[in-house]
């Protein structure tokens, strides 16, 4: 064990939807105290442009280096896709994204070599699951669908509601008629409306959550550099910051991370050169 290992694991997102990371994180480490940072003020990231979510992303991690976590999970499927190299680049902390985990998950579930990706249009643009698939394995076919309308969707709380069901018949059929056998879900987002999906993809279709691929791959990480908290007689604590009000954080938090957070606080980020 290293002198780090007991600090918390920093988690940052756009806004309010990296918490069903936190919240897939939490079930995997629970005696982990973890630093969420919600981008609230400038959400959402799915729709800028690769140079603005970059510039957004490392002013996130700079956050939380200064906040002494001992690792950084970049919970945002957007800036994952984007901004994942330069962060490392930038930063000394060991820093995870969602991508490879869950590319690595449907290649491991895929038996027809078929794999969706339903994400924001900034994510599907950036081909990053496409690259991440291709390291597993060439051959794969993927098939990538931006799905711009169900972010909003889920933040209104229609889970169940018929326009949703509409809206993914819409997106799904596509896929679907090209006979994707695995489906990843990637965007934070998309794990509360992984029954409604479900229900139109069928059983035989796999669903692939990025958030609880993500836990499984820091669990197996941090296990292998020695910067998992010792101390397992205790409960992990979630400190959260955002950067608009707090109130309507704190609101919706309870839906995406299952339980209702501790009071959440209000930061401004410094603005940061980023080094090309
Ligand atoms: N967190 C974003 C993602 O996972 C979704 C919300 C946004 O567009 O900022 O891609």
């Known amino acids: 064990v290293t002198a780090k290992a007991h600090l918390p694991i920093g988690i940052f997102d756009s806004g309010i939807g990296g918490l069903t990371v936190v919240r897939e994180v939490h079930r995997a480490l629970p005696h982990e105290d973890v630093v969420y940072l919600g981008d609230t003020a400038r959400v ?76 924001t249009a900034a994510t599907i643009r950036s081909r990053a699951y496409q690259v991440a698939i291709a390291d597993f394995d060439e051959q794969a076919k993927v098939i990538a669908c931006p799905c711009p309308l169900l972010v909003p969707l889920v933040e209104e709380g229609w889970l169940e509601h018929k326009v949703t069901q509409a809206v993914l018949q819409e997106y799904l059929l596509p896929l679907l008629r090209e006979k994707v056998d695995t489906l990843i879900l990637g965007c934070t987002h998309y794990p509360l409306l992984k029954s409604a999906i479900g229900r139109i993809a069928g059983r035989q279709v796999a669903l692939v959550d990025s958030a609880e691929c993500c836990a499984r791959f820091i669990t197996e990480h941090l296990g292998r550099a020695k910067l998992l908290n010792p101390q397992r007689d205790r409960k992990g604590r979630i400190h959260s910051y955002v950067t608009d009000d707090t109130e309507h954080f704190e609101k919706m938090a309870d839906r995406f991370l299952g339980f209702p957070v501790e009071q959440a606080w209000k930061v401004e980020l410094p603005a940061l050169l980023v080094k090309r």
């Not at 680049?89 to 449907?106: H, M």
Request: glycine share 6%; aromatic share 10%; charged share 20%.
């Open 44 to 119: 959402p990231y799915g729709t800028k442009s690769p140079e603005t979510v970059t510039r957004f992303a490392c002013e996130d991690a700079q956050f939380l280096v200064r906040k002494k976590v001992k690792a950084i999970v970049v919970a945002c499927n957007t800036a994952s896709a984007w901004a994942l190299a330069t962060l490392q680049s930038q930063f000394r902390v060991p820093i995870f994204g969602v991508i490879t985990p869950g590319a690595q998950a449907a290649w491991e579930k895929t038996r027809n070599r078929c794999i969706g990706v339903i994400a």
